[in-house]
Nanobody
């Protein structure tokens, strides 16, 4: 069974940084688009960042552009999200996901999802 496991979340002060990791099992990562999503309390899940399978194309939500960076390492079956200059409004559960289609992924349609990791930014 394909599994994605996130880690790296935690409590951080405003202006701080975090690096989220997503480790995959199975064969979901190779040639798959990858992305990160988040869901704040009482809110719907939203797209944060995505990349196509060879990472030549990256797309970010306007709210995080210039602050977050998505990357991957096929050899390690890993997806990363580097977050800088964090703001209280970034507080949410962050999920990683992969899809055979980059365009489906940026619309929030992933083939596989992780369980989520909590990011809390204090003021």
């Amino acid at each position: 069974q394909v599994q994605l496991v996130e880690s790296g979340g935690g409590l951080v002060p405003a202006g701080g940084s975090l690096r989220l990791s997503c480790i995959t099992s199975g064969r979901a990562f190779s040639r798959y688009a990858m992305g990160w999503f988040r869901q704040a309390p009482g809110k719907e899940r939203e797209f944060v960042a995505g990349a196509n399978w060879n990472r030549s194309i990256k797309y970010y939500a306007e709210s995080v552009k210039g602050r977050f960076t998505i990357s991957g390492d096929n050899a390690k079956n890993a997806v990363y999200l580097e977050m800088a200059n964090l703001k209280p409004e970034d507080t949410a559960i962050y999920y990683c996901g992969v899809s055979a289609s980059y365009y489906d992924l940026i619309k929030g349609e992933c083939d596989y999802w992780g369980q989520g990791t909590q990011v809390t930014v204090s003021s």
